[in-house]
């Protein structure tokens, strides 16, 4: 069965360091999403990609956060500089369209910032 | 703006007995719904999910029950049994989803 890889599983860094993440989604899904989950709550939307092109990053902080996806497949979701309230699970996720498609979410990464 | 409120945050039910989560929203953009499940350590995966063109949707033990005037949805799962127990969060999306706290089911042996 096809799954969204994410990698590291587990991050631990230092604030001011900084840190990336990798997702590679379910072949021929164009939508890619980056959520973060804080502790105890529900996902929320960092970007949404849809193939190679940003659609959605209204909520991510883009002083200290980028994401990209050169290639319209894998993407990388980077922070620069950590800071302690980004301690979090991130979740990528893919879907074959857009809005109100089933979401297949990877197992995330757990990163915690000292 | 919290637009998805879930209620309640945890929940224990007994084996085979139903557990009950319910939901509500602001947006009346919104007309997709889905329900997913999370087991500690994974990514939530999607449940069951309904539109508002109907007011219930069934598979297996699990149903949603949704009331468009009042802005309302809820998930019942009937027979809860211990392999239920995980965090389930509502959700409801016109171009983006937005995803409910969660509610933390634990379902008593």
């Known amino acids: 069965e096809a799954e969204v890889a994410q990698s590291p599983r587990y991050k631990i860094t230092e604030k001011s360091q900084a840190v990336a993440f990798w997702c590679d989604p379910i072949s021929g899904h164009a939508t890619l999403y980056w959520y973060r989950q804080i502790l105890g709550q529900g996902p929320e939307l960092l970007v949404q990609?849809?193939?190679?092109?940003?659609?959605?990053d209204s909520q991510l902080p883009k002083d200290r956060f980028s994401a990209e996806r050169l290639k319209g497949v894998d993407s990388t979701l980077k922070i620069q500089p950590a800071e302690l309230g980004d301690s979090a699970m991130y979740l990528c996720?893919?879907?074959?369209?857009?809005?109100?498609?089933?979401?297949?979410f990877g197992p995330g990464t757990r990163l915690t910032v000292t | 703006q919290q637009q998805v409120k879930q209620s309640p945050q945890s929940l224990i039910v007994q084996k085979g007995g139903i557990s009950i989560i319910n939901c509500a929203y602001e947006n009346t953009a919104f007309d997709y719904f889905p329900w997913y499940q999370q087991f500690p350590g994974k990514g939530p995966a999607l449940l069951i999910a309904i539109r508002p063109d109907v007011s219930e949707k069934k598979e297996g033990r699990f149903t949603i029950s949704f009331n468009k005037s009042a802005k309302q949805f809820s998930l019942h799962i009937m027979d809860s049994q211990p392999g239920d127990s995980a965090t389930y969060f509502c959700?409801?999306?016109?171009?983006?989803?937005?995803f409910g706290k969660g509610t933390r089911l634990h379902i008593l042996p």
């Open positions: 996720a893919s879907s074959f369209l857009q809005g109100k498609d089933e979401q297949y």
């Open positions: 959700a409801a999306s016109d171009d983006k989803i937005i």
């Open positions: 990609f849809q193939d190679e092109s940003v659609v959605d």
